[in-house]
């Protein structure tokens, strides 16, 4: 074989040369000469018993034998099938050398045989077809050996076995039939079709119909459901291998033999109270099957949201909720890792379905006189629990339950009623008989106290579901007023107000080591950070009461200035600061945004408060943000770690850094989900945008309503004269004002980004429109007001002539009304002057008439004294003339 003599040069190469002479090499090799020429059948047993020894203890062996023996041993299955001891001895050679030997340590960059010897059997589909062909042989080791080897095949080469078996006749129904073999042989083939139905749906679709879904539930049955052994564990392990991403085989399941076999295994039967970890483990894998029917893929279909929302109905009404709310809730005895997994599958049973949300609105848990709402149990839970896994857990539950559930939301936020003192600092145990909102009223009161901050953090988070998207129950929680625990007379504050007072207590309470509790400190502050984001959100009454409180400015003026603080947190307290801004309509001086923009100028810096947007978005929360991803599937190799989530006790040192590491990263995936980061997206853009166009406009806005440049109706020419120069003095200084905040933005646009950089060309372009519009104002107003003034002019004028007229005419009628004679006037005198002076007129132009003749004349005669020295005949050349300048002399008369 080609591939045997390439393997057989790097196996000499790891040695040190192709002919390396080595022991073991020799020694195999001799071993292998007496297998396929030796005489005597004994002798060749003996030689393959010892071949399966010496390859089980030594790594040189494996690469010596994976160079040499395969073929070999081959042979054996093909030509000798009949001598059922040298089969099981070739079995057992093989599965040896592709077993990983522990004890054998060498260089980390070194080929492991076991892998090569893998890859090198698989190769050969005709090798994986022989294999196969075993599991028909009567002898049980036979058959037994054979499912070991094509289980170590499938370990280190799963995609190329999958395919082989796939192509080879009867293959998987062959697997199958393994499975009402004898109990070593079933386990077996249990183990070897986990790993084959991994990531392989063809093959998971033939087993389904070769009849898996009952085989599997039979072996569960009869091993003794979730008290079995690891039997169990693989059987739910290969059924979650079906289902996983597989509509078709949910759908076979859930209308073949539907749920009741599965629901069985929830149900505690009577060692409710005795969890061992194999029982645990069982658990886990059920729970993990009913996440796998009601959740699907991250890219979800609409064809496979139809069988998602069908399973959900399905399982609630086979009273899968009874069950889960008795494993998850009820029984508090039961591991925090069952507990956890229980309440996930809760909420996503929940999650998008009325429904269901409705059924577990009505759930109601207990004995009377002692039952209380499931709702009611899962808060209190939340409030409690010493462990931050299943805090996160039962959390889950109400944020599935309100995401888009207004009714919901307007429900438990109707339960919100503040109670006496004495009741709301009552002990715990008195709190059964509490509605939700009066116990989470109650966890929101703060003392001085770490514990009781741990607490309001996660009643906070609550509340932060009650209230998103959903104005009705922002305007009702914005009405409760409390008695403030830390107020030094007791006297009852809004609500909005205590929670910015815990912000503040959370970066400075320490912890009860007399350490400042560092992370936890930065969890509290991350949520209640996040409930005042949501509660401000598009709600300018929530604004308004924020800002009536001077402190609160001040605080967060700090916070996003803070060099002690997260990243994340001093950009959370920038958006939380950016929404006083965009959803402020409030016009009172210093609350409005205007004032509030200043303020963070002034305090801040426009370029490093925009710069903490930035800073925010590069963080690994906000980068590595991702829509759910489906969990980590449940495995041999994993299932003893996922079944062990342990609470740490904060009075005891813990070395298990690893483990505080991962709650820390669990907390924090729960506060800045994919959800949340890209609200948080949005709203920076809406806040870069509204503060940038704020700077550059500012309150006093050079933008000048026309009524301003009217002349007011008290007001004489000069004082109007005078205020219009008043308001361009004005403008000129605002502009000049306007153009500076541009050049300040304008040159920390670099330093922001591209975005900002846009949204600062935006608001200058804006700006230029602006005082384009008020210079066009300014003009039309100074025309009106000159055209104006001429009008007046032109008025005046004729007022005075009217005026004088008027005199003249009062003077006359006054002396007609004296009595006094005014003389007629002489007509004749009056001709004889009108005569007189036409005649002077008559003769003063005759006169100008004979002059002007004269000068004609006298031209012409010098005119014809040069023609006639020229030799003209003047004579001739005058002729014709009088008549031509007949007519118009007749006609300068008839016009005189």
């Given at each position: 074989m080609d591939l045997v003599s390439g393997y057989k040069g790097v196996v000499g190469r790891m040695f040190g040369n192709e002919n390396s002479g080595s022991n073991e090499d020799s020694y195999v090799e001799r071993l292998l000469d007496r297998i396929s020429n030796g005489v005597l059948a004994e002798d060749r047993r003996n030689a393959i018993i010892e071949l399966q020894s010496v390859v089980a203890e030594t790594r040189a062996a494996q690469?010596?034998?994976?160079?040499?023996?395969?073929?070999?041993?081959?042979?054996?299955?093909?030509?000798?099938?009949?001598?059922?001891?040298?089969?099981?001895?070739?079995?057992?050679?093989?599965?040896?050398?592709?077993?990983?030997?522990?004890?054998?340590?060498?260089?980390?960059n070194e080929v492991q045989p076991d892998i090569m010897n893998t890859d090198l059997l698989s190769r050969e589909s005709e090798s994986i077809s022989l294999l196969l062909s075993?599991?028909?042989?009567?002898?049980?080791?036979?058959?037994?050996?054979?499912?070991?080897?094509?289980?170590?095949?499938?370990?280190?080469?799963?995609?190329r076995l999958q395919e082989a078996i796939l192509t080879t006749p009867r293959g998987i129904t062959r697997l199958m039939d393994m499975l009402m073999d004898r109990e070593v042989i079933r386990n077996e083939a249990l183990l070897l079709l986990t790993y084959l139905t991994r990531e392989a749906e063809e093959i998971q679709k033939i087993l389904v119909f070769e009849g898996a879904f009952e085989k599997?539930?039979?072996?569960?049955?009869?091993?003794?459901?979730s008290e079995g052994g690891v039997v169990v564990q693989d059987c739910l392990e290969l059924l979650n291998n079906l289902l996983r991403n597989n509509t078709s085989n949910q759908v076979l399941l859930r209308e073949t033999i539907g749920f009741e076999p599965l629901i069985s295994i929830l149900k505690l039967r009577g060692s409710a109270y005795s969890f061992t970890q194999q029982k645990t483990i069982n658990l886990l894998g059920v729970l993990e099957t009913i996440s796998l029917l009601i959740t699907g893929v991250p890219e979800t279909v609409a064809g496979k949201d139809g069988n998602i929302l069908t399973n959900k109905t399905v399982l609630v009404q086979r009273q899968v909720l009874?069950?889960?709310?008795?494993?998850?809730?009820?029984?508090?005895?039961?591991?925090?890792?069952?507990?956890?997994?229980?309440?996930?599958?809760?909420?996503?049973?929940?999650?998008?379905?009325?429904?269901?949300?409705?059924?577990?609105?009505?759930?109601?848990?207990?004995?009377?006189?002692?039952?209380?709402?499931a709702l009611n149990s899962v808060l209190r839970i939340i409030l409690r629990t010493s462990s931050v896994q299943e805090f996160l857990a039962a959390d889950y539950i109400f944020k599935c339950f309100c995401e888009k559930n207004p009714d919901g939301q307007i429900m438990l936020a109707s339960t919100l009623i503040p109670q006496p003192h004495l009741m709301a600092h009552a002990p715990h145990e008195e709190d059964v008989d509490m509605s939700f909102g009066s116990m989470l009223l109650r966890g929101l009161t703060l003392t001085e106290?770490?514990?009781?901050?741990?607490t309001c953090c996660r009643a906070a988070g609550v509340l932060t579901h009650v209230i998103k998207d959903n104005l009705s129950c922002k305007e009702k929680v914005l009405k409760i007023e409390t008695e403030a625990a830390?107020?030094?007379?007791?006297?009852?504050?809004?609500?909005?107000?205590?929670?910015?007072?815990?912000?503040?207590?959370?970066?400075?309470?320490?912890?009860?080591?007399?350490?400042?509790?560092?992370?936890?400190?930065?969890?509290?502050?991350?949520?209640?950070?996040?409930?005042?984001?949501?509660?401000?959100?598009?709600?300018?009454?929530?604004?308004?009461?924020?800002?009536?409180?001077r402190p609160h400015l001040t605080y967060l003026f700090e916070l996003v200035s803070n060099p002690d603080t997260t990243m994340w947190i001093r950009g959370m307290a920038a958006v939380l600061l950016g929404e006083c801004v965009v959803f402020n309509n409030n016009s009172d001086a210093g609350k409005d945004s205007f004032s509030i923009v200043d303020s963070i100028n002034q305090k801040i810096g426009l370029t490093s408060y925009l710069l903490k947007f930035e800073d925010m978005q590069k963080t690994f929360r906000f980068s590595s943000a991702k829509p759910d991803q489906p969990r980590k599937p449940l495995t041999r190799s994993n299932a003893a770690s996922m079944s062990e989530?342990?609470?740490?006790?904060?009075?005891?040192?813990?070395?298990?850094?690893?483990?505080?590491?991962?709650?820390?990263?669990?907390?924090?995936?729960?506060?800045?989900?994919?959800?949340?980061?890209?609200?948080?997206?949005?709203?920076?853009?809406?806040?870069?945008?509204?503060?940038?166009?704020?700077?550059?406009?500012?309150?006093?806005?050079?933008?000048?309503?026309?009524?301003e440049l009217e002349q007011r109706s008290a007001e004489n020419d000069t004082d109007y004269a005078k205020r219009l120069k008043v308001i361009v003095r004005k403008q000129h200084s605002e502009i000049q004002d306007l153009l500076n905040r541009i050049a300040t933005v304008s040159g920390s646009s670099s330093k922001i980004g591209d975005g900002s950089e846009q949204e600062v060309g935006n608001s200058e372009e804006t700006l230029r429109k602006n005082l384009q519009e008020v210079s066009e104002q300014l003009e039309m107003?100074?025309?009106?007001?000159?055209?104006?003034?001429?009008?007046?002019?032109?008025?005046?004028?004729?007022?005075?002539?009217?005026?004088?007229?008027?005199?003249?005419?009062?003077?006359?009628?006054?002396?007609?009304?004296?009595?006094?004679?005014?003389?007629?006037?002489?007509?004749?005198?009056?001709?004889?002057?009108?005569?007189?002076?036409?005649?002077?007129?008559?003769?003063?132009?005759?006169?100008?008439?004979?002059?002007?003749?004269?000068?004609?004349?006298?031209?012409?005669?010098?005119?014809?004294?040069?023609?006639?020295?020229l030799g003209e005949d003047v004579e001739q050349l005058l002729e014709g003339i009088g008549e031509d300048v007949e007519l118009p002399e007749d006609d300068e008369s008839d016009e005189a």
């Open positions: 690469l010596a034998f994976g160079a040499m023996g395969f073929p070999v041993l081959l042979s054996v299955f093909k030509e000798e099938r009949e001598d059922v001891e040298m089969v099981r001895g070739a079995l057992e050679t093989f599965v040896s050398a592709l077993t990983p030997i522990a004890h054998a340590k060498g260089p980390p075993l599991l028909s042989e009567e002898d049980f080791y036979v058959r037994y050996y054979t499912l070991q080897l094509l289980t170590a095949l499938l370990t280190n080469s799963r995609n599997i539930f039979s072996i569960i049955k009869e091993e003794g459901g009874d069950n889960l709310l008795l494993l998850g809730v009820e029984s508090q005895w039961a591991p925090v890792a069952v507990r956890c997994a229980t309440f996930r599958c809760i909420g996503d049973l929940i999650a998008g379905h009325g429904k269901n949300l409705d059924a577990l609105a009505r759930k109601v848990l207990g004995d009377p006189p002692h039952e209380e709402s106290n770490y514990g009781d901050l741990e830390m107020s030094p007379l007791g006297a009852p504050e809004p609500l909005l107000h205590q929670t910015m007072k815990y912000l503040a207590v959370a970066s400075s309470l320490k912890g009860g080591d007399g350490k400042s509790s560092t992370l936890s400190n930065f969890h509290c502050q991350s949520i209640i950070l996040k409930l005042l984001i949501t509660w401000l959100f598009n709600y300018p009454s929530a604004v308004q009461c924020f800002l009536d409180s989530i342990e609470d740490v006790d904060d009075s005891e040192e813990s070395d298990e850094r690893t483990e505080e590491h991962s709650e820390e990263h669990s907390v924090l995936s729960s506060i800045f989900d994919s959800q949340f980061v890209n609200f948080i997206k949005s709203l920076e853009a809406d806040i870069k945008e509204s503060t940038l166009q704020i700077y550059t406009q500012p309150k006093s806005s050079v933008a000048v309503m026309p009524a107003a100074i025309m009106e007001k000159s055209q104006t003034e001429s009008d007046l002019k032109s008025l005046s004028d004729a007022y005075n002539s009217l005026e004088q007229a008027n005199y003249q005419l009062e003077n006359e009628i006054k002396v007609l009304k004296a009595g006094g004679a005014v003389p007629p006037p002489d007509i004749e005198s009056i001709k004889a002057e009108a005569r007189e002076e036409s005649q002077k007129e008559s003769e003063a132009e005759l006169n100008d008439l004979l002059v002007c003749l004269g000068q004609e004349q006298s031209k012409v005669e010098k005119l014809s004294s040069r023609l006639t020295e």
